[in-house]
């Protein structure tokens, strides 16, 4: 019964409002609707004198005359008196922000797309002509938008579909016959295209910007986490030295504490065990003095004379003359010579602090800079790099003021070093290179040119520049460039180059390699992080019998 009284209220509502029928009417064609809808739908189709229907589209020439349709009439009013109607959800319709359908009446629905022929919003259901008819099929149909008159050359009424390049405007076809007769005029959808495709270079762009942003901020991160590290090894082990130097004061004071109190356990023993000697001579010389008082009182002169020789026998007196103020002398020398001390820390301590002050950096954080474009801007970083005798294979004959490596079949008789290579016939450079650095490179035959750690082992195939994780290679032969990191090569396209340009931005983690001609061609670049300073390096290759070479250049 449900779905029965539902189906009538779809079969009788109006495809204009939505709503159940109004004093409903049916064309010639056999679709009804409101008498007020369709009477509003023609009225907008009076300037062309050709009427439609809004659902199948036929055409009526004149505008029809519509009369009430009793029955549907009747039915509408029964469907009512069931009280079944049901009304479209609240969320449905259009609200003050929405873009109304411009076809509904009374309240109207949400638009679900937008005609850019027809140049009108259509809710879901009014939208349907759209996809049946063929014609209709042919528009084109955009998300809702309010601004569909905006399309409308405001002169002629007529839809613009023509870009005037030269006024840099839209207009119709009209226009083109007027005011813009004579411009440079294209279709605004060929305009569209092309400007697509600069917008497509836009976002290209901005994407690479986001990209190189993002690596500066990545950058900037590591500087911060390189800067915390680094402070925070240093509070660690100036704490460490802190706690030990004020352990060594400790120790030296427990030390003068204890010296000081051994003495005066020295000295007190001393005085004391006088200080008892002295005690018993007055304890006895008391004794002596009631004998000699007793004797003197004695009336028996012969007994006086008896007894005097012993009584007056006095003992030896104890020698004082130990009795000085030296502990008190000794003390305070002591307590001198700590002051002393403490002075010369004070001085020591407000002059190293001084120096520290002074040499403290200032923080200061770059983002990277660019890359130089032009040789001579590439030559404002050149550096005068030699090679390193000690660190070169016994393969290698160093010659041009050691600038020069030539692979030679007969050793070298160099002295005995822990830097040399002993497999590969590879050289560092003696100079340490960090900051921005650009060097080139002269070769003939095959050659790796190369950058590495001054730690990067000397013997094994783990020595070899571009095998490991110490060093970074661009092995460069007759008729190719390959790149070799971490045993992982890397084929590099491009032009053979004879002359190989090195720049090197060590704080920025960039290596890149150039082909040096007139203009600088990249062969390849590096972006990683540097934790160490690196050396330039030179592999020279034994090639067809005949030995390669490779030169650091002198560049002006």
């Not at 509003?40 to 189709?45: A, R, V």
Request: contains cysteine; charged residues 25%.
């Amino acid at each position: 019964m449900a779905q029965r009284d539902q189906l009538d209220q779809e079969t009788l509502s109006c495809s204009i409002c939505l709503d159940l029928l109004k004093d409903p009417v049916t064309t010639t064609c056999g679709h009804s609707y409101c008498m007020s809808c369709i009477k509003s739908h023609w009225d907008g189709e009076d300037q062309r004198k050709i009427y439609s229907c809004p659902q199948c589209r036929q055409a009526f020439t004149p505008r029809p005359v519509l009369k009430k349709n009793t029955m549907l009439a009747a039915l509408v009013e029964q469907l009512k008196n069931t009280g079944l109607q049901a009304a479209p959800a609240d969320d449905c319709y259009a609200g003050p922000e929405d873009v109304a359908c411009d076809v509904c009446t009374g309240r109207k629905l949400k638009a679900f797309k937008s005609c850019l022929q027809c140049l009108i919003s259509y809710c879901e259901n009014h939208l349907q002509p759209h996809f049946e008819s063929t014609k209709l099929k042919k528009h084109k149909l955009v998300e809702p938008s309010e601004k569909l008159q905006e399309n409308i050359c405001s002169r002629h009424d007529e839809v613009m579909k023509i870009f005037c390049r030269t006024d840099k405007k839209c207009i119709c076809y009209l226009c083109t016959m007027e005011d813009h007769k004579g411009h440079d005029t294209v279709p605004a959808a060929a305009e569209r295209t092309e400007r697509q495709r600069e917008l497509e270079v836009s976002q290209l762009n901005i994407q690479q910007r986001i990209q190189d942003r993002e690596k500066d901020v990545k950058l900037l991160q590591q500087e911060v986490e390189a800067v915390s590290r680094s402070a925070d090894k240093a509070v660690e082990d100036s704490e460490k030295i802190f706690t030990q130097l004020i352990r060594l004061l400790q120790k030296r004071s427990s030390d003068v504490k204890q010296q000081i109190r051994s003495q005066q356990e020295t000295e007190v023993s001393g005085v004391k065990e006088l200080q008892e000697k002295l005690q018993q001579e007055i304890t006895e010389l008391k004794r002596k003095d009631a004998e000699l008082k007793q004797l003197s009182h004695t009336e028996d002169h012969n007994q006086f004379l008896h007894n005097y020789p012993s009584v007056s026998q006095l003992s030896e007196p104890t020698d004082s003359s130990s009795i000085n103020i030296r502990p008190l002398r000794y003390f305070e020398d002591v307590t001198a010579a700590v002051s002393e001390l403490r002075d010369l820390l004070q001085d020591i301590l407000k002059d190293k602090w001084t120096k520290v002050s002074l040499t403290e950096p200032k923080a200061k954080v770059l983002l990277p800079e660019p890359e130089p474009k032009t040789r001579a801007e590439f030559l404002k970083y050149s550096r005068e790099i030699t090679l390193d005798p000690n660190t070169a294979n016994t393969q290698l004959l160093l010659s041009e003021g050691n600038r020069k490596a030539t692979y030679t079949r007969q050793p070298q008789s160099y002295s005995s070093h822990t830097d040399r290579f002993t497999v590969y016939p590879q050289v560092l450079s003696r100079e340490s290179l960090t900051g921005r650095c650009y060097w080139e490179v002269e070769r003939r035959g095959v050659v790796d040119v190369a950058v590495a750690y001054k730690n990067i082992s000397r013997a094994g195939s783990e020595s070899h520049f571009g095998y490991n994780d110490k060093s970074w290679s661009l092995y460069c032969c007759t008729n190719s460039h390959v790149f070799y990191f971490n045993s992982i090569n890397t084929p590099v396209s491009g032009p053979v180059s004879y002359r190989v340009g090195v720049y090197l931005d060590h704080r920025a983690g960039i290596l890149s390699f150039y082909r040096v001609s007139e203009t600088m061609t990249l062969l390849h670049r590096v972006q990683t992080t540097f934790t160490q300073p690196l050396y330039a390096g030179l592999n020279v290759y034994s090639f067809f019998g005949s030995g390669s070479k490779a030169e650091l250049c002198k560049v002006k």
